[in-house]
């Protein structure tokens, strides 16, 4: 267990619907990175967060957009889903943040979205 | 280009073998960090190691060490006596210090070697 809470573990909806998927990193940690696995792409770097604000972005679509709350758990949001989007979806999160600081970072068990 | 490149899409090894996993990687960076994770069929991404680019000896984790040859761009992972509950997906990643300009705090991620474990 890697201390890392992802929810829901499934998803299944259709396309053009929105959907949120939430991550509660593990104590202490202050960043969380989001990460999109798909049969086609393969384990991508979406969004990371630090402390609340956006500090990296990867190759999110326009169509995603994440948050971190005060209390430091955050939220990715899905909309007008395409077939394209299923895939595991992971939140991880790190202590630190920044050049040279190579925490590894731990992973929570994934949100298994399906688009149908 | 491709910044990981992990040649071996599956491999078969017989229990209690060492086995190397290759890895190499791309970056015009000075400072990066290379890390491997584990992923079972059960989907979670485990952590096995992790080396800095700057660290001069390989990262050894109990049966885990990291062969890292960094002329080569090199990173393979090499698993001693290695254990049935050793199959899954192998991925080798890196983070990027950006000192190029070009960097992120994310990883990016090879597309993973498949190890089975043959008793």
């Known amino acids: ?116 | 280009a491709q910044k990981i490149t992990q040649t071996q899409p599956g491999m078969f090894v017989q229990e209690k073998e060492a086995v190397t996993l290759d890895c190499t990687y791309d970056t015009s960076d000075q400072s990066y960090g290379l890390f491997w994770y584990k992923q079972p069929s059960s989907g979670e991404m485990i952590f096995l190691i992790y080396q800095g680019s700057y660290d001069e000896q390989n990262a050894t984790e109990g049966r885990y060490s990291l062969n890292f040859q960094k002329a080569r761009k090199s990173a393979n992972l090499v698993i001693s006596a290695s254990q049935l509950g050793d199959s899954a997906m192998y991925f080798c990643a890196m983070r990027e210090d950006g000192d190029s300009g070009g960097g992120a705090d994310g990883l990016t991620f090879g597309k993973g070697t498949h190890l089975i474990i043959q008793p």
């Open chain 1, 1 to 116: 267990d890697s201390g890392v809470t992802q929810t829901p573990k499934h998803l299944i909806t259709a396309t053009g619907q929105r959907v949120t998927l939430r991550c509660s990193p593990r104590s202490g940690d202050l960043s969380v990175y989001w990460y999109q696995q798909s049969l086609d792409q393969g384990l991508q770097f979406l969004i990371q967060y630090y402390n609340g604000e956006e500090r990296a972005k990867g190759n999110i679509l326009e169509r995603f957009s994440a948050q971190q709350f005060p209390d430091l758990h955050s939220e990715l949001n899905l909309s007008s889903l395409e077939l394209g989007d299923s895939a595991l979806y992971f939140c991880a999160s790190t202590q630190e943040s920044g050049s040279g600081s190579y925490n590894e970072q731990f992973f929570g068990p994934g949100t298994r979205l399906t688009v149908l």
